[in-house]
């Protein structure tokens, strides 16, 4: 006999959508638990360092383009006539005072000394042939044996016997003198240039160049401050560009450094009309020689120190209108200071005007701040840059 068939339950399709619901209603609210606390976070303002600018006193200079000159030029002329025998010297050598440069033929000036010395012989045996002549006629006119004109005379022949003899000595040495200028020698230590004759030349006293000497210990360095630039140095010398001991420092064109020191020691009388400037020229040790006359070169005058406050170079930035720096005030909003700069000093940055004491500048983290943005300030603090001090 057949069992009877069970009949498979069929599942409540109310409990089931009730049950889905419950699962799905708890994943959404996990997501949403999870989600809750992101979207609520507000970001942090982005972190920068700030400083207060530094003050201090700062020397002030003045630069200028200047041109190195010798501080005497000499021309050697020949100070008598004759043939150039020798050169004595290599074009373009360092030479010492009384260093022989050149040497003329000197026969016909030894011949010349010869002469005058024979010619004092002559004057000086006039002279005693006139003493005694005066020594034995003075007893006899004494006792009036001889009329008073003899020894008159005689005693006439012996004053013109003495100044025969001095006009023998005086054309000895004359002649002795121009034996000597024969040989041409550097009247000062210097650098002289290219020889412009050869041995075998006349030369015309007075007349041929021979050669050009430079003095270049020390080199005078000349330069055209304006009205204005003399104005200032004046009034912070209070003696102006004339005192000299205005010290001046020197650089030439391809260092970075002004590595060599001199004073002022000559201003101009007048102003260029043309121009508006005024000629100064200083003095600056040249022991090595290296500086050479005609070059170019810069040179800076001190001012006197000054009270600044100094920023960071790199903390500068630049906009259409000029140079700013970023400031951060008490509630952390960034705010823009137009600056007006001045000259480096150590590595920082001097700024005239538009800056305060007080004034926090970001030294820091420029890259995320923004003018009108928040930022978390940070203290810092501004010193001399190390690459200066290792300078």
């Known amino acids: 006999m057949a069992s009877p068939s069970r ?7 109310s409990l089931w959508m009730s049950w889905l619901a419950r699962i799905q209603g708890a994943a959404v609210g996990a997501a949403l638990t999870a ?4 979207a609520m976070a507000q970001p942090a303002p982005p972190p920068v360092t700030v400083a207060a600018p530094l003050a201090r006193p700062v020397t002030e200079w003045q630069e200028h383009t200047a041109r190195i000159e010798p501080s005497a030029r000499v021309e050697i002329r020949a100070r008598v006539s004759g043939q150039v025998d ?4 290599t074009d373009g050598a360092i030479v010492r005072a009384g260093d022989l440069l050149f040497t003329l033929d000197q026969r016909p000036f030894q011949i010349a000394l010869d002469n005058a010395r024979a010619e004092i012989e002559r004057n000086e045996a006039r ?9 034995r006629y003075a007893p006899l006119a004494a006792s009036r044996i001889s009329p008073q004109a003899e020894i008159d005379t005689r005693r006439a022949a012996l004053r013109e016997a003495q100044a025969g003899l001095a006009a023998a000595r ?8 121009d034996l000597e200028f024969t040989e041409v020698r550097a009247p000062r230590p210097g650098r002289v240039s290219d020889r412009r004759v050869d041995a075998g030349n006349l030369v015309q006293q007075g007349q041929t160049l021979l050669t050009t000497l430079l003095a270049l210990d020390p080199v005078y360095v000349t330069f055209d401050p304006s009205e204005a630039e003399y104005l200032r140095q004046a009034r912070s010398a209070r ?23 001199g004073h002022v020691d000559f201003v101009d009388s007048t102003f260029d009309p043309r121009s508006g400037t005024i000629r100064a020229r200083a003095v600056v040790p040249n022991p090595d020689l290296f500086l050479t006359p005609g070059s170019f070169a810069r040179i800076r005058l ?3 120190e000054e009270p600044a406050l100094l920023v960071p170079d790199a903390s500068v930035m630049a906009d259409q209108t000029g140079r700013m720096v970023l400031t951060v005030t008490a509630d952390g909003t ?11 000093s150590e590595g920082l940055r001097v700024v005239r005007s538009g800056l305060g004491p007080e004034d926090r500048v970001i030294i820091g983290g420029l890259h995320r701040a923004r003018p009108g943005s928040r930022v978390t300030a940070e203290q810092g603090r501004i010193g001399p840059s190390p690459l200066a001090s290792a300078e």
């Open 302 to 304: 001190s001012t006197g």
């Open 334 to 344: 960034v705010t823009p200071r137009p600056v007006r700069l001045g000259p480096l």
């Open 170 to 177: 005086a054309a000895e040495r004359q002649a002795a003198l």
């Open 86 to 89: 020798q050169v004595h010297f």
């Open 35 to 38: 989600a809750a606390p992101v």
């Open 239 to 261: 003696a102006g560009l004339r005192g000299s001991s205005l010290a001046v420092q020197l650089r030439l064109l391809d260092e970075t450094e002004f590595t060599r020191e």
């Open 127 to 135: 002279l005693l042939l006139a003493e005694q002549q005066v020594a």
């Open 7 to 13: 009949k498979t339950p069929e599942p409540n399709d």
